[in-house]
């Protein structure tokens, strides 16, 4: 039965709220990640209180692929609404965490112990999240637009840090750096707590087609009947992946660079998030379209290229006079790439994988390459910078991994049937 619109806007709506619940806590984290460095761990040199928390926030990344595993595989076998709902209550346990977590100065040692409690249990869901999400997106939509419907998985991202920064931007009119730095830095995460009944209450009407106990496969048969599509698609998933991880990376750091770099004022440099979600919302919208008419593989190559092409001359102008106008340009400039990169890509990694498996496949496409490239991208940022004594090195190492997953997808050979898209875009995709 072809879904009607109001059960399409219903879907849409429900699989947004929790994407953009993961990019706002991830962005509130890396946003205050310099004031939550002088909260949880011990007084000392800034720089290496600033790894520590980056090491931190990396941290939660190892257990998204678990998370994709056990949540993916559930999704698939006993329905995406029950998983997507699952992923909800636990990355609302994390935020709780951090919250309410006391300092280093109130509990000493347990308080970066208990931060990593809370970065494991948002990473473990954030595994199991994007699979689900994506393939009821996709599986909703009518055929010819499945890249528009793909798209608003990384729609509700951009959505997500537009609130972020926004909220923080209340933050800095409402309080003045001293009250953030001692208590007001924990209303994002408060916010992001309470906002979780609401994207259950979402996700409970979301309306889909759960396999039935005679077509629901053990789970011993499921992983073996996956290994075969494993083989050839799972890489190229991967491979996707890591251009689109280290580009949202990057943008996640660019306020830490804004303020520890740049030495910028923290509550100026959350108009660049803002400018950041506002032209990241338009750009996925626009990947999504481009896809359904273009082929979701050509959009994507030729927007990382693209961008590959521009970061060191962008960024090389911002710095003959680094400004907060000029950094927020800069970044929207490179943001439109990127986007539409990513709007594209979620119609991109359904076609990798059949229905029956699309949650796992999906799931673990995108764990593992954010695992590989985006757990350790603001670690490896912040020590290159610290190495080369340099503003501009760091946009070599995003170069580089735009222009090789690009190229990797250009050559890798076709997969042998696209389980999304229709005959005519097969050629295309």
């Not at 990057?250 to 998030?273: C, D, E, G, S």
């Not at 994507?300 to 693209?306: A, D, F, K, P």
Request: charged letters at 10%; aromatic letters at 12%.
């Amino acid at each position: 039965m072809s879904p009607t619109p109001a059960s399409s806007r219903r879907n849409i709506v429900g699989a947004a709220v929790g994407n953009a619940f993961e990019l706002f806590d991830f962005t509130a984290y890396a946003t205050f990640a310099t004031i939550i460095s002088h909260t949880f761990f011990p007084a000392g040199h800034s720089d290496t209180a600033l790894l520590l928390t980056l090491a931190t926030f990396g941290i939660g990344f190892f257990v998204r692929p678990l998370g994709a595993f056990i949540i993916g595989a559930y999704a698939d076998r006993h329905g995406r609404r029950a998983a997507m709902t699952l992923t909800v209550w636990v990355m609302a346990a994390g935020s709780a965490i951090i919250a309410f977590l006391p300092g280093y100065a109130t509990i000493g040692i347990v308080a970066p112990f208990a931060l990593v409690v809370a970065r494991l249990l948002q990473g473990f869901a954030a595994g199991g999240e994007l699979g689900a999400a994506t393939s009821i997106l996709v599986e909703n939509a009518p055929e010819e637009r499945m890249g528009l419907a793909g798209s608003w998985q990384t729609t509700g991202q951009h959505i997500g840090a537009l609130i972020s920064g926004l909220l923080g931007l209340v933050l800095f009119l409402c309080f003045d750096e001293y009250t953030i730095r001692e208590w007001a830095w924990r209303l994002p995460f408060v916010f992001g707590m309470l906002i979780a009944p609401v994207g259950i209450y979402l996700r409970k009407t979301l309306e889909e087609a759960v396999p039935s106990d005679d077509e629901r496969l053990s789970f011993a048969d499921f992983l073996r009947r996956f290994h075969g599509h494993a083989v050839r698609r799972l890489p190229i998933g991967i491979v996707y992946e890591a251009g689109s991880t280290i580009q949202q990376y990057f943008f996640q750091f660019v306020v830490t660079y804004a303020v520890h770099t740049l030495h910028m004022p923290i509550r100026k440099a959350l108009l660049i998030n803002i400018s950041n979600g506002v032209v990241g919302f338009a750009g996925s919208v626009a990947g999504g379209l481009l896809a359904d008419r273009y082929g979701a593989r050509r959009v994507i190559v030729i927007s990382r290229l693209i961008n590959a092409a521009i970061y060191f001359p962008v960024f090389w102008l911002m710095l003959q006079a680094p400004s907060l106008g000029s950094l927020t340009l800069a970044c929207a400039i490179l943001m439109i790439g990127n986007a539409v990169s990513g709007g594209a890509g979620m119609a991109f990694l359904a076609s990798l994988f059949p229905k029956e498996q699309r949650a796992f496949g999906i799931g673990l496409s995108y764990s593992i390459g954010v695992t590989l490239f985006g757990s350790t991208a603001q670690l490896v940022f912040a020590w290159i910078i610290g190495l080369t004594g340099s503003r501009l090195s760091w946009i070599g190492y995003v170069i580089a991994v735009c222009v090789l997953s690009a190229m990797i997808l250009v050559s890798a050979q076709r997969t042998a049937n696209m389980h999304v898209a229709s005959k005519k875009k097969e050629r295309a995709i």
